[in-house]
C-alpha cells in the first residue's frame, strides 16, 4: 500500500519547483513557458543544451556537428565510480554524447558556429573532447566565415582526465588567435555557473562578452577565495553584476532579452550579418501593399 501511495505521489511531486531566489512554488510547465526564469523575482534557472539551443536559435535551423567524437578514459581514472561508468550514466542522463553540444544554425537570420555547454554532464566540465569540439566549432567559423557565439556553464577542467584536461585552455585559446587574426567576430555568453579553466580560457576572450542575471563567474569558488586571503569578501562578489560594476563583461541581460541582444551585437561586428538581415527585410511586403492570394489588387 504504501508502494502504491509512493507512486501516486511521485509525479504530483515532479509537477511543482520552489524558486531558489525567492522561495515560491509554482508549476514546472509555467517556469518553462516563461524561459526558466522566476516571475515574482526574475532569479534564472539553469537550462539545459537543448533548452539554450531553443532560445537562441531560429526554428528547424540547428544543425549538431561532431557528435561522434568521444571521450576515453586515458587515466583509468576511479574515486567512487570509475570515469567510464560517470560518462555513460551522464549521457543516459542528459541524452547527449558529451558536455558540449556544437553545430551550425540561424540567429535571427545569421549562420552562426554555436557551442554551449551541457551543465547537467559531468558539471559541465572541459576534458579532451570538449575541448576539441569548441576547437572544431573555431576552425568551422573562421573557414566559413561565419560569427562563433558559445554558451558557458562549467565547473571547468575535467579531473578525470588530468592535465590532459588542463591543455584545452591553450587549446581553445590558439583558436581564439585565429578567429582574431581573421577578423570573425567571437560573442561569448557565460551563465550560472561558469567557473576554472572555461572561465580562464576562452570564455573571457569574446569579442563581446555577456552574462545572465546573478551567474556565477570566476576562476575559483567564493569559499577557496575566502580560506585563501583569510578576508570576508564583498557583497554579491563574483555575481554577473559585480563584475560588470568592475569592466569585466560588457553587459548583464535578462533571459528573455538575450537573443535579441546577441542578434544586434552581430549586425554591428560583422557587416555580412547586416547585409544578409537588410535583403531578408526587403524582400518582405511593405505595409500596405498587396500580396498574391490575399484578395489585394
Not at 8 to 13: D, I, T, Y
Not at 28 to 46: E, Q, T
Not at 50 to 69: C, N, S, Y
Not at 163 to 174: G, N
Amino acid at each position: 500500500m504504501a508502494f502504491l501511495m509512493a507512486r501516486r505521489e511521485k509525479p504530483e511531486e515532479n509537477l511543482w519547483v520552489k524558486c531558489p531566489g525567492c522561495g515560491e512554488v509554482g508549476f514546472k510547465k509555467d517556469l518553462g513557458r516563461n524561459l526558466k526564469v522566476c516571475p515574482a523575482c526574475s532569479y534564472h534557472f539553469r537550462m539545459s543544451a537543448k533548452e539554450r539551443i531553443e532560445q537562441l536559435i531560429d526554428p528547424g535551423t540547428f544543425q549538431e556537428m561532431d557528435v561522434a567524437i568521444l571521450s576515453r578514459d586515458p587515466l583509468r581514472f576511479k574515486d567512487s565510480k570509475s570515469y567510464r561508468a560517470r560518462l555513460k550514466e551522464s549521457r543516459k542522463k542528459t541524452g547527449h554524447a558529451e558536455a558540449l553540444v556544437s553545430g551550425v544554425g540561424l540567429l535571427s537570420g545569421v549562420r552562426v558556429s554555436l557551442a554551449v555547454f551541457e551543465f547537467g554532464f559531468l558539471g559541465g566540465s572541459m576534458g579532451a573532447v570538449v575541448g576539441e569540439k569548441i576547437l572544431k566549432a573555431m576552425l568551422r567559423a573562421k573557414e566559413e566565415r561565419i560569427p562563433l557565439v558559445t554558451v558557458s556553464a562549467s565547473g571547468g577542467a575535467r579531473m578525470h582526465e588530468g592535465a590532459i584536461s588542463l591543455m584545452q585552455m591553450a587549446r581553445t585559446i590558439s583558436g581564439r588567435l585565429l578567429l582574431s587574426k581573421e577578423g570573425v567576430p567571437f560573442l561569448s555568453i557565460l551563465t550560472d555557473p561558469t567557473t576554472g579553466g572555461v572561465a580562464a580560457s576562452f570564455a573571457f576572450l569574446g569579442d563581446v562578452i555577456l552574462a545572465e542575471p546573478g551567474a556565477l563567474i570566476g576562476f575559483a569558488g567564493p569559499r577557496v577565495i575566502e580560506e585563501t586571503v583569510k578576508q570576508r569578501l564583498p557583497e554579491g562578489f563574483q555575481r554577473a553584476e559585480f563584475l560588470l560594476a568592475k569592466g569585466m563583461i560588457d553587459g548583464v541581460v535578462p533571459r528573455a532579452e538575450l537573443k535579441k541582444k546577441v542578434a544586434t551585437f552581430l549586425y554591428h561586428l560583422w557587416p555580412p550579418a547586416k547585409e544578409a538581415c537588410m535583403k531578408k527585410w526587403a524582400k518582405r511586403p511593405k505595409e500596405g501593399a498587396s500580396v498574391a492570394g490575399n484578395g489585394g489588387t
